[in-house]
């Protein structure tokens, strides 16, 4: 009978599952009964995998930013440099559009300002109605003693007729006044309404012709120039590196061995030595592997996982953001020791 080829694995050495299977196998032909079963178990437990090895990349807690402008602008000004420690909400980039967006934001406060005197104009329109009541009663009292006048037996003349159109007057100038307070008491909350609507406007476009720092972390590379347009591109890349991960790419086969809590382990040549770290969270989602170290006969379109591994001290992989290497997941929880 033709002996089957034994089976190897990547490194040329015969796999687990093939040498357990030649093993029971020999045990089974040898007739050995329970006890060759036993023995063969006891073999198939030693063979178990106690770690995981796929490829993996560093990257920042929250993974590389690209902060990018939200609309086509040029470029007025870069406010920092590639490494520089950046804290949440600082600018970083100035657009062209900046300057006059400010002039808006201020034209829009002074409209804010403006309206808000509103309530001074009211009073100073309530003093005119006051004036114009004192006037209309002053001309009404004129006319009642011209009227008396007429009532002992003076013929009426040209001062009575005066007397009468000085009221007639001030009775519509009145009228006029108090429909101007009436005006302005109801123009009151609208005219403060848009004023603060026109300021929320201009501040918002005035945003818009900043890059802000999202995050607290690093600027880890700074993309284009001054004078140069965004064109809808990422101006700079920013990362926490403060807390650094490696990505891992576990084959989808071997998702099953894999835990939150894991210890693992990050190599690569570049490094001065490997780094520990821990399993936070397994992917829940098939990918294909985009991770192919320096082999350019590494295969493509295998089917993985994404494993984050949260490192154990981002010291010296704060400087290796996308550094590929190994990541070996220990999966019997005896730890990388």
């Given amino acids: 009978m033709r002996e ?25 032909s040898c007739g050995y009964g329970e006890s060759g079963l036993a023995a063969t178990a006891a073999v198939a437990a030693a063979l178990e ?5 796929a490829m993996g ?10 902060a990018g402008a939200a609309s086509d602008d040029i470029i007025r000004e870069i406010l920092v440099e590639d490494g520089a420690e950046v804290a949440k909400g600082q600018i970083l980039v100035k657009l062209d559009g900046h300057e006059l967006r400010l002039a808006e934001r201020e034209a829009a406060e002074l409209s804010v300002e403006r309206a808000e005197l509103t309530p001074f104009r009211i009073e100073a329109q309530r003093a005119v109605v006051r004036l114009q009541k004192a006037e209309l009663a002053h001309a009404q009292a004129d006319v009642a003693g011209q009227r008396g006048l007429i009532d ?14 000085r009221v007639r007057r001030q009775e519509e100038a009145l009228a006029q006044e108090r429909a101007e307070l009436d005006r302005l008491v109801a123009s009151l909350a609208l005219e403060l309404k848009e004023a603060a609507n026109e300021l929320r406007r201009a501040e918002s476009e005035l945003e818009r012709a900043l890059i802000r720092a999202p995050i607290d972390g690093r600027v880890l590379k700074v993309l284009q120039r001054a004078g140069e347009r965004t064109a809808g591109r990422p101006v700079l890349h920013l990362g926490n590196t403060s807390e650094m991960y490696a990505l891992a790419e576990v084959h989808a086969t071997d998702i099953r061995y894999v835990k939150t809590g894991q210890r693992a382990r990050f190599e690569s040549s570049a490094l001065p030595g490997p780094i520990e770290g821990r399993v936070e969270q397994v992917g829940s989602m098939i990918y294909t592997n985009n991770i192919f170290g320096e082999d350019p006969g590494a295969p493509a379109g295998v089917r993985v996982f994404q494993v984050h591994v949260r490192l154990d001290d981002s010291t010296v992989a704060s400087r290796f953001t996308n550094l590929e290497g190994q990541v070996r997941i220990f999966v019997d929880g005896a730890g990388s020791s």
């Fill in 49 to 53: 995998r106690t770690s995981i090895v």
């Fill in 4 to 28: 089957k080829p034994i089976r190897t694995n990547r490194r040329g050495g015969a796999t687990a599952a093939t040498v357990a299977a030649l093993w029971l196998g020999s045990i089974s």
């Fill in 152 to 165: 002992k037996g003076f013929t009426p003349g040209k001062d009575f007729e005066d007397a009468q159109l």
């Fill in 57 to 66: 990349r560093l990257e920042p807690n929250g993974r590389v930013i690209r």
